[in-house]
């Protein structure tokens, strides 16, 4: 067979999608063990429930985007060390460019799948990009809301996709339609029609204020 995909429910994939889901719960117990901490410890530099991160590095299993922000944050580390790379070259251009492929495969995080675009490359710090998609109709069903120290920009590509603002009436876009907002304010993406929303989200850090 060309492709197999997992009997769970809701979480169906490719082959090589599995592999890479496969891949994350070992890389994150990986990052945890590198920096010497225990399950406890780990739940509290990230938020996330022992039992949580216990079941996400032994694939039972897959985080939300909500909890693999949390993890990241957490232990201090850029993407590119928990996402697979999507360059594909940076010659002759330079050093700080590169190029990602089309067919770079997307991890499936439960009914949504992020893909990194860049993560490796020294300028991602100042410009984050990511393609991502989402078929979650709640803020509940998507992991609750986020809340990061940037500015994001989102444009959707495919479907009709809704941004909540924690407090305030959410925004509904379509195709070709985008945001721009702070990211601390707290908030959430979701899929309007329970189809796949598909959307470009780009952060840069807020500027801090000087004293």
């Keep these: 067979m060309s492709g197999t995909s997992s009997s769970r429910a809701g979480w169906k994939r490719t082959t090589d999608q599995l592999d890479l ?22 739940s509290e530099v990230t938020g996330v429930p022992r039992p949580t991160l216990s079941r996400i590095e032994h694939n039972k299993m897959a985080p939300t985007i909500a909890v693999l922000c949390k993890i990241v944050a957490g232990y201090a580390v ?13 010659r002759p251009a330079g050093r700080s460019a590169s190029f990602s492929s089309r067919d770079t ?13 860049h993560p490796s490359n020294p300028l991602s710090p100042r410009l984050r990009t990511f393609v991502m998609t989402t078929e ?13 120290a940037f ?33 601390d304010t707290p908030h959430a993406f979701t899929s309007h029609s329970g189809m796949p929303a598909r959307f470009l989200l780009v952060s840069t850090p807020l500027r801090q204020t000087a004293t």
Excluded: N
């Design 21 to 42: 889901t496969g891949k994350l719960g070992e890389k994150l117990r990986g990052l945890r063990e590198m920096r010497e901490l225990s399950l406890g410890e780990a």
């Design 78 to 90: 850029p993407w590119s060390t928990v996402l697979p790379d999507t360059v594909i070259a940076d």
């Design 151 to 183: 500015t994001k920009f989102c444009y959707v590509l495919e479907g009709s996709l809704t941004i909540h603002f924690k407090g305030k009436r959410p925004r509904r876009l379509e195709a070709g339609e985008s945001a721009l907002f702070p990211g």
């Design 136 to 148: 979650h109709r709640t803020v509940q069903e998507g992991g609750g809301y986020l809340s990061h």
């Design 105 to 117: 495969l997307e991890v499936k995080l439960g009914r949504r799948s992020v893909k990194s675009l």
